[in-house]
């Protein structure tokens, strides 16, 4: 009788303590995203009621440069072991170039020097690519981020990029992978201090604070709130994960691919919907 007893109240705990979903909120983000050309994954979490909102969001998708996150994740952990130190100067050689997009760091003279925590703000701030394909070298490369990855229980996220055996998997998706559900997860695991250890998670949270790249779903938060963001971007796929420590705090994450537009100016498809989106969650987390 005990046992059951023990039993029914773990159960009530349980239930009450699981995520609900916000079904007002579900039929306005269903109506927003009806008519989008491409494939498009939502998850929002309310962190104040425990209420969540998610329109395939254990889809796997392309992570563009929010796969910078998982080597965030990959450096603090060697830091963590004293492997890596913060403020460590490290030398840029050319082996290190990388030619495609607009990189601050490829523009380095040979034999310059730099504190590894800058690298780390290019790779985060301006999604610098050089500084990323560095930092995943210094993390032990994909293999190493992989296996913390999965020992943190995150089984969708993952480095694709210069990964043997993970070359299909590239060809697929890219850089790297994961779902809008498990990158949100990430973000709030930062948040509640449980990857590596809390100074790593508070590190990681300021890290994350100093974006550059401001023009679509941070365009929507009023600039006195503090944002945790990290967003990519390819032809056919627009991402972006955020947390907004608003009057309700919350975490939301939107990811496309397949996108019919692929232009890369202000009023592409996904954008527009990125920034209708996060202002549509800034007004239902903040009206009264």
């Given at each position: 009788?005990?046992?059951?007893?023990?039993?029914?109240?773990?159960?009530?705990?349980?239930?009450s303590?699981?995520?609900?979903?916000?079904?007002?909120?579900?039929?306005?983000?269903?109506?927003?995203?009806?008519?989008?050309?491409?494939?498009?994954?939502?998850?929002?979490?309310?962190?104040?009621?425990?209420?969540?909102?998610?329109?395939?969001?254990?889809?796997?998708?392309?992570?563009?440069?929010?796969?910078?996150?998982?080597?965030?994740?990959?450096?603090?952990?060697?830091m963590?072991?004293?492997?890596?130190?913060?403020?460590?100067?490290?030398?840029?050689?050319?082996?290190?170039?990388?030619?495609?997009?607009?990189?601050?760091?490829?523009?380095?003279?040979?034999?310059?020097?730099?504190?590894?925590?800058?690298?780390?703000?290019?790779?985060?701030?301006?999604?610098?690519?050089?500084?990323?394909?560095?930092?995943?070298?210094?993390?032990?490369?994909?293999l190493?981020?992989?296996?913390?990855?999965?020992?943190?229980?995150?089984?969708?996220?993952?480095?694709?990029?210069?990964?043997?055996?993970?070359?299909?998997y590239r060809?697929?998706?890219?850089?790297g992978q994961?779902?809008?559900?498990?990158?949100?997860?990430?973000?709030?695991?930062?948040?509640?201090?449980?990857?590596?250890s809390?100074?790593?998670?508070?590190k990681?949270?300021?890290?994350?604070?100093?974006?550059?790249?401001?023009?679509?779903?941070?365009?929507?938060?009023?600039?006195?709130?503090?944002?945790?963001?990290?967003?990519?971007?390819?032809?056919?796929n627009?991402?972006e994960?955020?947390?907004?420590?608003?009057?309700?705090?919350?975490?939301?994450?939107i990811?496309?691919?397949?996108?019919?537009?692929?232009?890369?100016?202000?009023?592409?498809?996904?954008?527009?919907?990125?920034?209708?989106?996060?202002?549509?969650?800034?007004?239902?987390?903040?009206?009264?």
């Amino acid at each position: 009788m005990k046992k059951l007893f023990l039993f029914v109240f773990v159960l009530i705990c349980f239930i009450s303590s699981a995520q609900k979903t916000d079904n007002r909120l579900q039929r306005q983000i269903t109506e927003l995203i009806k008519d989008f050309h491409g494939d498009i994954g939502i998850y929002v979490h309310d962190l104040k009621h425990n209420t969540i909102v998610g329109i395939h969001a254990d889809t796997v998708f392309p992570t563009a440069s929010i796969v910078k996150i998982s080597i965030l994740a990959g450096i603090m952990n060697k830091m963590q072991h004293g492997e890596l130190d913060y403020h460590q100067r490290l030398l840029y050689t050319d082996s290190l170039y990388y030619s495609e997009g607009d990189d601050i760091l490829s523009d380095f003279k040979d034999s310059s020097t730099i504190e590894l925590s800058k690298v780390m703000m290019l790779m985060l701030t301006v999604s610098d690519n050089c500084a990323s394909l560095w930092l995943q070298g210094l993390a032990g490369g994909g293999l190493t981020i992989n296996a913390l990855l999965d020992s943190l229980g995150y089984k969708n996220t993952r480095v694709n990029s210069r990964t043997p055996g993970r070359e299909n998997y590239r060809s697929q998706y890219g850089w790297g992978q994961t779902t809008p559900r498990e990158i949100a997860t990430i973000m709030h695991d930062i948040i509640d201090k449980k990857i590596i250890s809390p100074e790593a998670c508070d590190k990681m949270l300021r890290l994350l604070g100093r974006q550059y790249w401001d023009e679509e779903a941070l365009s929507q938060v009023p600039a006195g709130v503090f944002v945790a963001d990290k967003n990519g971007a390819l032809d056919a796929n627009r991402n972006e994960v955020l947390y907004v420590n608003g009057k309700t705090p919350y975490i939301f994450s939107i990811f496309t691919k397949n996108n019919k537009d692929t232009n890369w100016h202000a009023d592409n498809e996904a954008w527009v919907l990125t920034r209708k989106l996060s202002a549509l969650l800034w007004k239902h987390f903040n009206k009264g």
